[in-house]
């Protein structure tokens, strides 16, 4: 076997190592997550890649510039705004926005970080444009949908307007207006959503206050309702009582009235047939009655008694 | 011949031939290692050759073109769980909890402009996973971003008392469902498993006031339960005695018509013997009687018919004591 001398290996190694040198500075890969722009000296070169794949451009004097293809995140730091109706609110807004045109992306912001600082001003503008003309409720609020009551009615101290717009429409409302200016950086605004919204320090204690006296006025009506309640079955049974007493009263009257009526008819039927006798019989049963051992009895000579007793004594 | 000298003369350094295998074998390891792939069996493969999709495989043993093609596994069965309003250091038999409070993201403004400290869980999976890699950057952001702007928005249409009482199940199924549709709008490829409220409450400072009103409301059901028993203690009893006055009235009618009826029988068997010889019968009654109860008597005092009062032996009476 014939060996290779080393001083032929070595043009062959270098001409290799160029030749990969050349063909991945030619070659490129563009991610699925990815979009490119080619720039010959700066200058932009041709349409933007979107697609993925492998792809070939002249080595060297041609860059490939990657940018996002994905959904990105937009989160803004809260800020202090007053609604129409001067309460001071923190409202912190987050949006979502890709890069729809690579090219004008990157002649007008150039990166990913400028990018975010433009949406920094435009969403942060739109968002204290549209607070400012709505009323707090009505971005608090999504609809007009009616509480389920679960305390007893407590009339509020504050009276909640009809919510016309909503959150959800005031969202959309930012998103319009924010979303008319980007298109000049390439960018598309997909969604502005109010994520976090909270009363300012002081406000905040106010608030607290009001609640705490809502709550104490709903605690009395608690109280004063059971009362209530105590009283009216205390009424209640008062009334029973006085019903079940006289009916039973009325029933035991009926009941002796009748049988007084009936022992009246027996009485008469029999006692008419000789109310003289009857009378006699009477008679005779009240001196038995009468008579008794401290009783004086004071007779008169011509009485049917005496001379009874002096018949007897002769 | 070569063999041989290794044969006889193995000492380092090794012949060129040795260093030609090495790099060889190191060159098929590297290619064995990128052709062969696997995919645990809770997650799939997603292939991409140059950075381009290309297929979704299964759990298993797979092989894919070697440098050309890439893999990324994601987990697909695996649900992830984010939590709002507080953190989980250690779950387990007595879960741990970071102390913070993260009022940041639980204290929310209520339909009815007050306040209320909501924390809440969100469970999700990845089902296309697709979308998961190639739609959306920062995906878990944009979960825990929207789930805040959904729980604002739900709890923002609901009273205080509302979120705090029997609203939360459906405010958590609401929520869930509008969690679900932003999330489908990005084409997330994500699933919201569920969507839990955890615990509710009205701000520190206001807390006292809302056990005033739980408390208030025992008193209100002390008083009725008050009133009743009285009125148990007192209505049952005068029933009673209202069913006793009426038996008795009962009982004294039937023994008046009994009594009537009773002398009524005798008087007209006495009648009716009388009627037979009313002259003797009537005398022989008078003195029987009278005879009778003069016996009894004590004192028996005659006076002349002509006698006008009686007055005089009264007080004679008097004196003989």
Known sequence: MKTVRPERWIPIGVAVIIGLIVLSSALYVVDETQQVVITEFGQPVGKPITRAGLYIKKPFIQKVNYFEKRLLTWDGSPTQIPTSDKKYIWVDTTARWKIVDPLKFLQSVGSERAAQARLDDIIDSATRDRITSTSLYEVVRNSNREFVVTEVFVQKEEEIGEVTKGREYVSREILKEAAKVVPQYGIELVDVRIKRLNYVEEVRQKVY????????????????????????????????????TSEAYKRAQIIKGRADAEAIKIYAQAYSKDPEFYSFLKTLETYEKTLSGDSVIILTTDSELYKYLKSTTK | MKEEEIRVNPAWPPSRNWIGLGVLG??????????????????????????????????????????AESVTKVKVKRIFKEEFGFRTIRPGVKTLYAPDKWQDESLML??????????????????????????????????????????????????????????????????????QEILDSYESGIKIVTLKLKDVNPPD??????????????????????????????IPKAKGEAEKMVAEAEGYAVKRVNRAEGDAKKFLALWSEYRKAPEVTRKRLYLETLGEALRKVGKIYVIDSEQRTILPLLSLEGGEK
């Open chain 1, 209 to 244: 206050a009001r609640m705490i006296s809502e709550r104490k006025r709903v605690a009395e009506q608690y109280r004063s309702e059971g009362q209530g309640k105590k009283a009216e079955i205390e009424g209640m049974r008062e009334k029973e009582l006085q019903k079940i």
């Open chain 2, 26 to 67: 190191i060159i098929i390891l590297v290619v064995v290692f990128s052709t062969f792939y696997t995919v645990g069996p809770d997650e799939v493969g997603v292939i991409k050759r140059f950075g381009r999709y290309m297929r979704v495989t299964d759990p298993g043993l797979h092989l894919k073109i070697p440098f």
């Open chain 2, 110 to 179: 209520t339909g009815d402009l007050n306040v209320a400290v909501v924390e809440w869980i969100v469970q999700y999976r990845i089902v296309d996973p697709y979308k998961y890699l190639f739609k959306i950057r920062d995906i878990r952001k944009t979960i825990r971003d929207m789930s805040e702007v959904v729980m604002r928005m739900i709890v923002g249409d609901r009273s205080v008392d509302e979120v705090l009482t029997v609203g939360r199940m459906e405010a958590a199924t609401e929520a869930q469902k509008k969690l």
């Open chain 2, 205 to 234: 400072s206001v807390k006292p006031s809302f056990n005033e009103v739980n408390e208030a409301r025992q008193d209100r059901e002390r008083f009725i339960n008050e009133a009743w028993q009285a009125y148990n203690k007192v």
